[in-house]
């Protein structure tokens, strides 16, 4: 039988390691399952978040895709027909990115391997950043929710796109039982690996709901945060503004 770890713990080096190690091993088959697992809904939910980016207004601006994986949320920006800018997109575990490159063709998203906790940007370098399905991973939110305000410009926009626990009763025990029984298996099988998909429930649970997240938003300096629940409740989207007046546009 495959060993299967306690727990992935909620703090510290060892949570970094752990993770970066989970998403290392299931880098080559990780889009699959995103998408067999979520139905395609994380289509619809990538597409609604970087609509609430407001990168519109600059349109030929610099912006972070943090915890980007196989770039999926980087390439919905990039793929808009009016974006003239460009992407950075940054991944501590390697092997993601390196699943993902292929897709990467032509597109204006430069990959950066590089830790959430500890970008390797300097200050007020983007004019807005993204998160998909990252910030539950990070072993201290806090300081994530710091260094996002630290590399952002004033006035630029932060979103964030997580699963949360559907408000619903009966919605809720419908999604458990598929979150905590169903997608275990699937992701089991399809991925190889004894317990990453043990690991997904396991971490949504733990999480804050949406009203603490984006309390800890404005905690971490933000301004003007708010959210919107979507597909019953089973993921949120949370955007932020930091304080200030934006400077001259691109
Ligand atoms: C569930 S995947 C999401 C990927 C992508 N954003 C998406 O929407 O499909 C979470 C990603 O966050 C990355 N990650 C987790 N903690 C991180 C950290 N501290 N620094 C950088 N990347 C991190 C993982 O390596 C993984 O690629």
């Known amino acids: 039988m495959p060993t299967i770890p306690d727990a992935v713990p909620s703090q510290g080096a060892d949570r970094e390691k752990q993770v970066r190690t989970i998403f290392s091993d299931i880098a080559p088959r990780y889009d699959l399952l995103n998408h067999v697992l979520s139905m395609n ?53 390697r092997p993601m990115l390196v699943a993902g490159r292929d897709k990467l063709e032509g597109a204006a998203v430069a990959p950066v391997c590089g830790d959430t906790l500890r970008l390797p940007f300097p200050d007020a370098s983007f004019d807005g950043a993204t998160v998909g399905f990252g910030v539950r991973n990070l072993s201290d939110l806090d300081a994530g929710f710091r260094e996002f305000h630290r ?18 009763p009966v919605v809720r025990a419908g999604y ?61 989207i949370h955007w932020a503004r930091k304080e200030g007046p934006r400077g001259p546009g691109s």
């Open 41 to 93: 809904v994380d289509r619809a939910w990538r597409r609604r978040a970087v609509d609430t980016l407001g990168w519109t207004d600059r349109p030929g601006g610099t912006y972070l895709d943090a915890c980007a994986g196989t770039f999926d949320l980087g390439l919905e920006l990039a793929r808009r027909g009016a974006f003239q800018g460009r992407i950075v997109a940054s991944d501590f575990a």
């Open 151 to 168: 590399v952002l410009k004033p006035g630029a926009r932060l979103v964030v796109l997580e699963f949360t626990v559907p408000p619903n």
């Open 176 to 236: 458990m039982l598929y979150f905590t029984r169903i997608l275990p298996v699937v992701g089991r099988i399809v991925s190889g690996h004894p317990w990453a998909y043990t690991y997904l429930p396991e971490s949504v649970k733990e999480f804050p709901g949406p009203d603490e997240l984006a309390a800890k938003l404005e905690s971490a300096g933000f301004a003007e945060s708010g959210y919107a629940l979507v597909t019953f409740g089973i993921a949120a």
